[in-house]
């Protein structure tokens, strides 16, 4: 992954990756409803300033969370599809209390489509396939 750094906060940092050209999103520390809202709103302005179809949203380094998912969320999903998102590989925390409500939500949703993942590695490897890229150099 070769990172461009579009945005940066204490609590997360936004990068587009130029290798796979999509966006890298790594949450930090603790959020709420109010921190996560405002990262949300980081993630659709990047994707407004460099769209594309993909986000590798790695929630592994947040160590407390009590987001729920909303009627909010549901509107920025909306407007994240209409800047272009498609898919979202979504790595979630390692200590997370409503990650069974979490992935029952996620599963009645048809666009985008989000996975989840516990590790980096199997969600990047899950966006990679999606498309795989095609050679350059056609083989003659």
């Known amino acids: 992954m070769e990172l461009q750094l579009i945005a940066q906060t204490e609590l997360i940092t936004i990068s587009y990756d130029t290798t796979n ?16 809202q405002a990262g949300c709103m980081l993630m659709l302005e990047a994707m407004r300033q460099r769209p594309c179809s993909k986000i590798l949203n790695d929630n592994s380094n947040i160590t407390r969370t009590t987001v729920q998912l909303t009627l909010w969320g549901a509107w920025w999903l909306e407007e994240m599809m ?19 409500a979490t992935e029952s939500t996620l599963m009645v949703i048809q666009k985008p489509v989000v996975s ?9 490897m899950w966006l990679r396939r999606l498309n795989p890229q095609v050679p350059s150099h056609p083989m003659m």
């Open 21 to 36: 050209e999509w966006l890298y999103v790594d949450w930090r520390g603790e959020h709420d409803q109010e921190t996560s």
């Open 116 to 124: 989840t993942f516990d590790d980096v590695a199997s969600a990047y």
């Open 82 to 100: 209409r800047a272009g998102l498609e898919y979202v590989a979504w790595v979630l925390p390692r200590e997370f209390e409503a990650r069974r």
